[in-house]
């Protein structure tokens, strides 16, 4: 039995049983993948996968119970070569971070500046993407920690934690209607055309489900994972823009005025999430305090290694 085994069959569960897949992912060959996970199949003396031909369709029952097991296995082999590097350097490594556009351009400039004072020969590795990859990439060990709003905390081998409380704003041209508006509501701001993020991106759930609940269908125009790009195109006279608070002082170089959408949509909060049972080195905690000051290295240790009942 070996790691290259485990690997195999970690992958090849994670990517749908796509063998070409995996075999990317592994820098190796599809036979090689097969050879493997069937050497390993032998030693073991059950089918982790169940088979149609060649191909792989799924996991059998042994394979079931097999595969968390492995999993475990992995996460501790990473630990071991983290726990090493922590006590042979406390100072230097990477800390990988996968997060949105929003996250990156507006809150993470600060923390980052912070924390590269306190650990200036750490790099910084900055992933951007959408929640679902952004937990896919925590979850593979490909970033350290996740940073989004919707979706962490539906992931079951994730350890999210609540960072902080925000809303979305509506930013309009400056000779726009609605900024004579006394009290902007929801049926005026659906006479308009309107740009927002795309399906899945900062709190974009919180601005469909506003509309639905108040039997109203919006024309939205345009959307984009960018708010900044979205307040380009509300410059040009294309639509109403609806985007996170964190980005709305960033209109006035697009000429743009805000109005307060706290009421019409639901608040947002921002999340941080690292991958269950996973040993986080020291300056990996210190980012997570500079992100997340409300909570504790005590907390954060005890919920990351807690099983996953016992967990937030």
Same mark, same amino acid.
């Given at each position: 039995? =070996? /790691?290259?085994?485990?690997?195999?069959?970690?992958?090849?569960?994670?990517?749908?049983? =796509?063998?070409?897949?995996?075999?990317?992912?592994?820098?190796?060959?599809?036979?090689?993948?097969?050879?493997?996970?069937?050497?390993?199949?032998?030693?073991?003396?059950?089918?982790?996968?169940?088979? =149609?031909?060649?191909?792989?369709?799924?996991?059998?029952?042994?394979?079931?119970?097999?595969?968390?097991?492995?999993?475990?296995?992995?996460?501790?082999?990473?630990?071991?070569?983290?726990?090493?590097?922590?006590?042979?350097?406390?100072?230097?490594?990477?800390?990988?971070?996968?997060?949105?556009?929003?996250?990156?351009?507006?809150?993470?400039?600060?923390?980052?500046?912070? /924390?590269?004072?306190?650990?200036?020969?750490?790099?910084?590795?900055?992933?951007?993407?959408?929640?679902?990859?952004?937990?896919?990439?925590?979850?593979?060990?490909?970033?350290?920690?996740?940073?989004?709003?919707?979706?962490?905390?539906?992931?079951?081998?994730?350890?999210?934690?609540?960072?902080?409380?925000?809303?979305?704003?509506?930013?309009?041209?400056?000779?726009?209607?609605?900024?004579?508006?006394?009290?902007?509501?929801?049926?005026?701001?659906?006479?308009?055309?309107?740009?927002?993020?795309?399906?899945? /991106?900062?709190?974009?759930?919180?601005?469909?489900?506003?509309?639905?609940?108040?039997?109203?269908?919006?024309?939205?125009?345009?959307?984009?994972?960018?708010?900044?790009?979205?307040?380009?195109?509300?410059?040009?006279?294309?639509?109403?823009?609806?985007?996170?608070?964190?980005?709305?002082?960033?209109?006035?170089?697009?000429?743009?005025?805000?109005?307060?959408?706290?009421?019409?949509?639901?608040?947002?909060?921002?999340?941080?999430?690292?991958?269950?049972?996973?040993?986080?080195?020291?300056?990996?905690?210190? /980012?997570?305090?500079?992100?997340?000051?409300?909570?504790?290295?005590?907390?954060?240790?005890?919920?990351?290694?807690?099983?996953?009942?016992?967990?937030?």
């Amino acid at each position: 039995m =070996n /790691f290259q085994q485990l690997r195999s069959v970690r992958e090849t569960s994670r990517r749908g049983f =796509n063998l070409t897949e995996v075999a990317n992912v592994l820098f190796t060959s599809q036979p090689g993948v097969s050879r493997q996970i069937r050497e390993l199949e032998e030693e073991l003396g059950v089918d982790i996968f169940e088979r =149609n031909g060649k191909r792989l369709t799924g996991l059998t029952e042994p394979g079931k119970s097999i595969l968390p097991i492995i999993e475990r296995l992995l996460v501790e082999a990473e630990n071991l070569q983290r726990a090493g590097d922590e006590f042979s350097d406390q100072t230097r490594g990477t800390l990988s971070i996968a997060t949105t556009h929003t996250q990156a351009r507006y809150v993470l400039p600060e923390v980052v500046q912070q /924390f590269r004072g306190s650990y200036p020969d750490v790099r910084i590795a900055l992933q951007q993407s959408s929640p679902e990859h952004i937990a896919e990439w925590v979850l593979s060990g490909k970033a350290d920690i996740g940073i989004a709003t919707e979706g962490l905390s539906q992931f079951k081998d994730l350890v999210s934690f609540a960072c902080y409380e925000w809303n979305h704003m509506i930013v309009v041209p400056e000779d726009h209607p609605l900024l004579n508006q006394h009290v902007l509501t929801l049926e005026e701001l659906a006479r308009y055309p309107l740009i927002t993020y795309d399906q899945g /991106f900062t709190g974009r759930s919180h601005i469909d489900a506003a509309f639905s609940h108040a039997g109203l269908r919006p024309d939205i125009v345009l959307t984009a994972m960018d708010s900044d790009v979205i307040q380009q195109y509300v410059s040009l006279g294309l639509g109403v823009g609806i985007i996170a608070s964190m980005a709305a002082e960033s209109g006035r170089s697009f000429g743009l005025r805000t109005l307060y959408g706290k009421h019409l949509f639901t608040p947002n909060v921002t999340r941080l999430a690292v991958r269950r049972g996973t040993y986080l080195r020291t300056y990996i905690l210190d /980012f997570i305090r500079a992100f997340a000051p409300s909570l504790s290295v005590d907390a954060i240790r005890e919920a990351v290694m807690a099983p996953e009942e016992q967990s937030e």
